[in-house]
């Protein structure tokens, strides 16, 4: 704790930070690592377990989407990765910063330079008396020297135009379409050039073809700068447009999907898509409810061991093995059966 307060540059913390990440078993590349994440609300005296035990890692330069119904946790995952709330348990660091245990001033700095975020309503992400430019420019006035004075012109042109908003320069944001507002907002985030860009339901006010601008302007940002992209969404199209898609359940994650685009003898490119249940540090992983209403699986499966696969079988053995049951073991048996049908 004392190391934090005495003032270190952010080149130090990186370091720091890097010398960490490579000695927690996750390679130097792993950008968010959330353990076993738990965040409680309480209102009106009843509790809330918006988040119960969410395990996610990040890799640096991924594009990912964050799906799942309303009310699964997404946005207090978003808003802890932000820096803005702190978790009731289980750790969590992006690039190396531990968000439970930051000071105010680490914090501060965090949300300055670290990360980014863009929220569903534009009104949240632009301030109305600006001009684009100047909301662009004001992140790097107030982010501590991280941008040179002489850099802040010149980098707010060019994050407009990476942005294709080069056009709204001098407008305010109600001169301005809702798209261009958001692709504004993505700029504004990117000002003092975060490691990671956080966006929660940044398609969310927008018609069909203004999310997709904004969708393309967000691909960008990862392929051009190399930022890393975590975007919440309802959107069918955003999820299916990224290589990862981390679906999350009950305030954890419970599934993903990757797209892989595979070449042919011929160079013809195909993209394949494979689902994935998610497997937590424990080991525990939840099967799809469909899979298990198929097969009648409840309350316990009985797994065997293949040479390149596990295979989870129904429970049907159980009345076979009672009947054949030497004595000394019925008791148990039926105890297993008495609670497979509470
Ligand atoms: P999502 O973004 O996936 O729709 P949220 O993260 O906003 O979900 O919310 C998850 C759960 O936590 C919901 O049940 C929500 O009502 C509850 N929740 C979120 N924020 C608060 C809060 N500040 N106080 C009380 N409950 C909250
Ligand atoms: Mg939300």
């Given at each position: 704790?004392?190391?934090?307060?005495?003032?270190?540059?952010?080149?130090?913390?990186?370091?720091?930070?890097?010398?960490?990440?490579?000695?927690?078993?996750?390679?130097?590349?792993?950008?968010?690592?959330?353990?076993?994440?738990?965040?409680?609300?309480?209102?009106?005296?009843?509790?809330?377990?918006?988040?119960?035990?969410?395990?996610?890692?990040?890799?640096?330069?991924?594009?990912?989407?964050?799906?799942?119904?309303?009310?699964?946790?997404?946005?207090?995952?978003?808003?802890?990765?932000?820096?803005?709330?702190?978790?009731?348990?289980?750790?969590?660091?992006?690039?190396?910063?531990?968000?439970?245990?930051?000071?105010?001033?680490?914090?501060?700095?965090?949300?300055?330079?670290?990360?980014?975020?863009?929220?569903?309503?534009?009104?949240?992400?632009?301030?109305?008396?600006?001009?684009?430019?100047?909301?662009?420019?004001?992140?790097?006035?107030?982010?501590?020297?991280?941008?040179?004075?002489?850099?802040?012109?010149?980098?707010?042109?060019?994050?407009?135009?990476?942005?294709?908003?080069?056009?709204?320069?001098?407008?305010?944001?109600?001169?301005?379409?809702?798209?261009?507002?958001?692709?504004?907002?993505?700029?504004?985030a990117l000002a003092n050039a975060p490691v990671l860009l956080l966006a929660d339901e940044p398609t969310g006010e927008l018609d069909s073809r203004a999310a997709e601008e904004v969708l393309t302007a967000l691909r960008t940002v990862n392929e051009e700068l190399g930022t890393t992209v975590l975007i919440v969404t309802h959107d069918a199209a955003?999820?299916?447009?990224?290589?990862?898609?981390?679906?999350?359940?009950?305030?954890?994650?419970?599934?993903?999907?990757?797209?892989?685009?595979?070449?042919?003898?011929?160079?013809?490119?195909?993209?394949?898509?494979?689902?994935?249940?998610?497997?937590?540090?424990?080991?525990?992983?939840?099967?799809?409810?469909?899979?298990?209403?198929?097969?009648?699986?409840?309350?316990?499966?009985?797994?065997?061991?293949?040479?390149?696969?596990?295979?989870?079988?129904?429970?049907?053995?159980?009345?076979?093995?009672?009947?054949?049951?030497?004595?000394?073991?019925?008791?148990?048996?039926?105890?297993?059966?008495?609670?497979?049908?509470?």
């Open positions: 704790m004392s190391r934090s307060t005495v003032p270190v540059s952010l080149a130090e913390l990186e370091r720091r930070a890097a010398d960490e990440r490579s000695e927690d078993g996750r390679g130097p590349d792993a950008l968010i690592v959330c353990d076993r994440l738990v965040r409680i609300f309480t209102a009106g005296g009843v509790e809330v377990q918006a988040l119960q035990g969410l395990d996610l890692v990040v890799r640096t330069g991924e594009l990912t989407a964050l799906v799942g119904a309303s009310g699964s946790g997404k946005s207090t995952l978003l808003n802890v990765l932000a820096g803005l709330d702190v978790p009731s348990a289980g750790t969590a660091s992006v690039a190396g910063f531990d968000l439970t245990a930051m000071d105010a001033a680490a914090r501060l700095r965090y949300r300055r330079e670290v990360v980014g975020f863009v929220w569903q309503q534009a009104a949240r992400n632009l301030l109305p008396f600006l001009t684009a430019a100047q909301n662009v420019a004001l992140p790097m006035r107030l982010g501590g020297g991280r941008i040179r004075r002489r850099q802040w012109a010149a980098r707010v042109r060019d994050l407009l135009d990476l942005l294709g908003v080069g056009h709204c320069h001098d407008r305010v944001p109600h001169r301005m379409s809702g798209g261009e507002q958001q692709r504004t907002a993505v700029a504004v955003v999820a299916s447009a990224v290589r990862r898609t981390v679906a999350i359940r009950d305030g954890r994650t419970s599934s993903e999907v990757l797209r892989r685009a595979t070449r042919d003898g011929k160079g013809a490119e195909t993209v394949t898509t494979q689902e994935y249940v998610t497997v937590d540090r424990a080991g525990r992983l939840q099967l799809p409810a469909e899979f298990a209403e198929k097969l009648a699986i409840r309350d316990r499966a009985r797994l065997t061991l293949r040479p390149d696969h596990i295979a989870v079988h129904r429970d049907d053995a159980g009345e076979v093995l009672r009947e054949s049951a030497p004595e000394d073991l019925r008791g148990a048996q039926a105890d297993g059966g008495r609670d497979s049908r509470r």
